[in-house]
C-alpha cells in the first residue's frame, strides 16, 4: 500500500487563463492482481482546505486508467491510497483545448508538508483509548498500529495488522480493537491486554469505517467499494449480516440506546439508517449542502 500526494500545486491565473483547467490522472497497475486507489481532490479557499474529488478505482493487471478533474482552483492538491505499492501514478495538467500544459510530481505523503498535516489529522481522529488506558493510532502506509500507553504517555509498540488499516474502533467492556484494512478487505481484531491479533475477518470491498455498539457486542463495518455494511457478532467473530446501502459508504454512527446505526453514504449524499435489531435499512435521509 502507498500513500501519495502531488503536494500543494499552484495554478494562479496571468491575464485571465490558468496554467491548467483541467487534471488528468493516469493510473497503471504493474501488479498480477487487481489493485484499488481511492483519489481525493482538494482547494483552498483562504486557509480553509475543501475536498471536492473522491473516487475509488478498480485497475486490472496492465491497465492504463485516465481520469481527468476540474482544476480551476488557484491552488489544488490530489492525494491518492493505493492497495498496492505496484500501481504508477501520472498526473498532468491540461488547458481549455485539451493540450498537456505540466507534468506534476507524485510523492510519498510524509515527504510533503501538506501530506503530513494529513496524516496527522487522520490519526488523531482514529485514536481511541480501551479499558487499559491505552491509545491507538493508525499507520495507513506502514500497515500497523502503534501503541501508546496512556498513563505514562509512552510507546508501547506496534501491531501488524492488514494491508492500509483505515478504521478503528473499540468496545471496553470486551476489551477487543476493531481496525477496517481497507487493502484487504476484512477486518483485524486485536486483544487488547495482549495487543496482538486474535483473529481476522474478510469483510467487503473496501472497508472504511466501523463503529461499535458495546450493548449488543455488534460491529459495523463500511464497505466503501461495495456499498455495504457488513454487521460482525462481537462473541463468534462471525459476519452475520450485509446490508446494502448507497454509494460509497464511509462513516458509521451507533446509538447504542436506540440501537440505530447512521451510515454516510459520502457519494450519494445521504444518511442510510438501519435498525439494529433486524438489520434492515428503515429510512434514507437526504443532505442538502
Known amino acids: 500500500m502507498a500513500s501519495l500526494t502531488t503536494g500543494l500545486i499552484e495554478n494562479t491565473g496571468v ?29 483552498w479557499v483562504g486557509t480553509t482546505k475543501k475536498e471536492y474529488v473522491l473516487d475509488l478505482l478498480t485497475v486490472t493487471p496492465g491497465e492504463v486508467s485516465n481520469n481527468n478533474y476540474y482544476a480551476q482552483f488557484d491552488i489544488f492538491e490530489f492525494q491518492f491510497i493505493t492497495s498496492s505499492d505496484a500501481i504508477e501514478i501520472s498526473v498532468f495538467g491540461k488547458d481549455d483545448a485539451g493540450n498537456s500544459t505540466a507534468v506534476y510530481n507524485v510523492m510519498p505523503a510524509q515527504l510533503s508538508p501538506i501530506g503530513m498535516e494529513r496524516t496527522a489529522s487522520e490519526a488523531a481522529k482514529m485514536t481511541i483509548p480501551n479499558a487499559l488506558n491505552r491509545i491507538y493510532v493508525l499507520n495507513s502506509g506502514s500497515n500497523n498500529i502503534s501503541v501508546i500507553d496512556g498513563t505514562s504517555n509512552t510507546f508501547i509498540g506496534n501491531v501488524i495488522v492488514g494491508s492500509g488499516p ?27 491486554s495482549s495487543n496482538r491479533v486474535v483473529t481476522t475477518i474478510t469483510v467487503g470491498s473496501n472497508p472504511v469505517g466501523l463503529g461499535i455498539n ?13 456499498r455495504s455494511v457488513s454487521v460482525i457478532d462481537g462473541f463468534t467473530h462471525v ?8 454509494a460509497s459508504p464511509e462513516g458509521v454512527n451507533v446509538n447504542p440506546t436506540t440501537n440505530l446505526i447512521y451510515i454516510t453514504n459520502h457519494s450519494s449524499n445521504n444518511v442510510s439508517v438501519i435498525d439494529g435489531s433486524t438489520n434492515s435499512v428503515i429510512a434514507i435521509v437526504n443532505l442538502v449542502n
Open 166 to 192: 483505515f478504521g478503528i474502533g473499540a468496545n471496553q467492556i470486551t476489551n477487543r480493537i476493531y481496525v477496517a484494512n481497507f487493502g484487504s478487505n476484512n477486518v483485524s481484531v486485536i486483544d487488547g
Open 15 to 43: 491575464s485571465g487563463l490558468r496554467p491548467c483547467s483541467t487534471i488528468m490522472v493516469r493510473v497503471l497497475n504493474t501488479d498480477l492482481i487487481n489493485a484499488t486507489i481511492r483519489i481525493s481532490g482538494y482547494y
Open 214 to 226: 458495546p450493548t449488543t457486542n455488534k460491529i459495523y463495518v463500511t464497505n466503501w467499494g461495495s
Open 239 to 246: 459476519v452475520i449480516a450485509t446490508i446494502m446501502v448507497d
